[in-house]
């Protein structure tokens, strides 16, 4: 799900309304890459910023948020000396851009301890302000763009004080780090659709496109694809509809211009599942679309039923740490292996060696050091005899033999466990509910990756694996999409029929999809909106673009000995495709 430049801009105008003019109580953090505010306005708001590379937002939270990190980074420390006991006195939002300005003016206040300066400002104790002149301005500046998301604090001068994330010059053409000159994202070269003409669409959409939405993304700023399907729905009647001449491009045009025109009207689309989608506008694409008394209102009820930076991301952290040294053991034991399978070429040299000593004993004379032999030295212990040093090679031999036996078999056992543990920590990170992170925590148990944790093994009890998900395709064929091992294998070898198609991301870590033939010829569109679908539940769901791989079902196999979900297949073809959620 997208929070877009809409609903940032549906947000920008809720926070204006609220919270310009009032002073902030106390800040703090709730992880690393998440920054709360308690400001005081006529009443009290608690304002959460974050940067999660799959959840970063900024709304303001019904109930008030709490410390998740005991660590004291230098934004932090930096936020204490700008942002702590200052007044929010502007809000911007760029142009049609992700990014969010909270600009922050602060009279510098006499404190008797570093630990005064966390009360909140009820229990502050009297202070003297600063004169006027000496006011620390500052913003505080959100950047909501995926894996890139950042929190930077910048000083009045421009120059970056701290950020929740650093960013050299390695890394990206536009560098974030402390005392460099902060620059805004560059903008996007596309078109504005708050001015959008039918003259100007039907120039800015190609013939022969397959979806009509995604042209529209491709062609204007700041627009999501559940807000480019919406504005195709409303005029077309349907989300997916191909792009030709015919196309009624003023009411396109009309409906583009409506979608950025206020008063909002936020509203969130929840299934069987939970919430699945939000928006600042009505939803009249999805079913079960319904109003909320705000965007902030939108944005808590769908992020609490998947990461409220409470209990979600500690599981996430705790359950990823975990795996992360069962890695390293693994590793550990991979190396140690390896080393020892190298000595299979030293066996090869003792036994050489003492194959030759045996060849040239005519030659060897009593006390003889070395013996060349092919254009190779062969060092002899001269206080031996020949025999002797022939006889000591061929124990050494036998010995190293023994050793390495099974060897290969145990590298082989390992390396496929350190496969589907790298499978597994992927999927860890893709997974959106609190109930697919146990779904993981509970296979990677059954799995032998660790064990569960005391606390965790007083209070187990049975748990109903969860589903795979199912999908209807355009074209009304189901699509089944694991998000866990077990489910990539319910997926592929209970659910799935032998002339079904099996896609997967090529290279990478990511879902078993099906796409359920019932002997009928599988549409292109659909073969599309399953390849996305896989891309999208993949460790390149970040990525612009995917090579998603296409087998029938008959062509996939267990990996003899594998952990659960580890299949090698043989692929008919791959498609490249877009990354694309299923709301």
């Not at 409506?258 to 009207?265: K, M, S, V, Y």
């Not at 673009?545 to 008959?554: G, L, M, T, Y």
Request: proline share 8%.
């Amino acid at each position: 799900m997208y929070f877009d430049a809409l609903t940032l801009a549906a947000v920008v105008d809720e926070l204006r309304a609220c919270i310009v003019g009032g002073r902030v109580q106390r800040v703090f953090l709730p992880t690393l890459l998440s920054v709360a505010l308690e400001i005081y306005a006529g009443r009290r708001f608690y304002l959460l910023l974050s940067a999660h590379p799959q959840f970063a937002r900024v709304q303001l939270s019904p109930v008030r948020l709490s410390r998740g990190t005991d660590a004291t980074p230098p934004l932090l420390l930096l936020l204490r000396k700008y942002v702590n006991h200052g007044r929010i006195v502007a809000i911007e939002q760029p142009d049609l851009e992700r990014v969010l300005l909270l600009s922050i003016a602060k009279r510098p206040i006499q404190r008797n301890s570093d630990h005064e300066a966390d009360l909140d400002d009820d229990n502050a104790p009297p202070h003297d302000a600063a004169p006027e002149e000496e006011t620390l301005r500052c913003e505080l500046i959100v950047e909501i763009m995926e894996q890139r998301s950042n929190i930077v604090l910048v000083g009045d001068d421009n120059i970056i004080l701290a950020a929740a994330r650093h960013v050299t010059p390695r890394m990206s053409r536009r560098p974030v780090l402390p005392r460099e000159p902060y620059e805004l994202p560059p903008p996007q070269t596309k078109r504005d659709p708050r001015q959008a003409t039918a003259d100007e669409l039907r120039a800015a959409i190609p013939d022969g496109q397959p979806d009509l939405a995604r042209a529209l993304v491709a062609a204007y700023r700041g627009l999501s694809p559940l807000a480019a399907r919406e504005v195709v729905y409303r005029v077309m009647g349907r989300a997916l509809v191909p792009t030709n001449v015919d196309l009624p491009w003023d009411a396109l045009a009309d409906a583009l211009r409506r979608l950025w025109q206020t008063p909002w009207a936020p509203h969130i689309v929840v299934d069987e599942s939970g919430p699945i989608a939000f928006a600042p506008y009505e939803i009249t694409h999805l079913p079960r679309a319904r109003p909320c008394p705000s965007m902030s209102a939108a944005l808590d009820e769908y992020y609490s039923a998947r990461e409220r930076l409470t209990a979600h991301q500690q599981r996430r952290d705790a359950l990823r740490e975990r795996l992360s040294e069962a890695r390293e053991r693994l590793e550990r034991q991979r190396s140690a292996l390896q080393a020892e399978l190298q000595r299979a070429a030293e066996l090869d040299r003792l036994r050489w060696e003492g194959e030759m000593i045996f060849a040239f004993l005519h030659a060897l004379t009593p006390g003889q050091d070395r013996l060349e032999v092919e254009g190779r030295t062969i060092v002899l212990d001269p206080r031996k005899s020949p025999v002797e040093c022939a006889q000591e090679r061929f124990r050494a031999y036998d010995k190293a033999k023994s050793a390495l036996a099974g060897i290969p078999e145990r590298l082989r056992a390992v390396e496929l466990r350190l496969t589907g543990l790298d499978e597994m920590l992927a999927l860890l990170d893709l997974a959106e509910r609190f109930e697919e992170i146990e779904a993981i925590a509970r296979e990677a148990e059954a799995e032998g990756y660790l064990g569960p944790s005391p606390a965790e093994r007083a209070r187990q009890r049975p748990v109903r694996p969860a589903p795979p998900l199912r999908i209807e395709s355009s074209d009304g064929f189901t699509i089944y999409i694991g998000r866990t091992a077990q489910q990539n294998e319910q997926v592929t070898f209970r659910l799935g029929a032998p002339d079904d198609l099996w896609l997967h991301v090529r290279g990478a870590p990511g879902a078993h999809v099906i796409i359920k033939t019932g002997g009928r010829d599988v549409p292109e569109r659909t073969i599309e909106e399953a390849a996305a679908l896989a891309a999208y539940y993949s460790a390149l769901r970040s990525s612009a673009s995917v090579e998603v791989e296409i087998a029938r079902r008959r062509s996939v196999r267990k990996v003899r000995g594998g952990p659960t979900g580890l299949v090698t297949y043989q692929a008919e073809r791959a498609v490249r495709v877009a990354p694309r959620p299923p709301w």
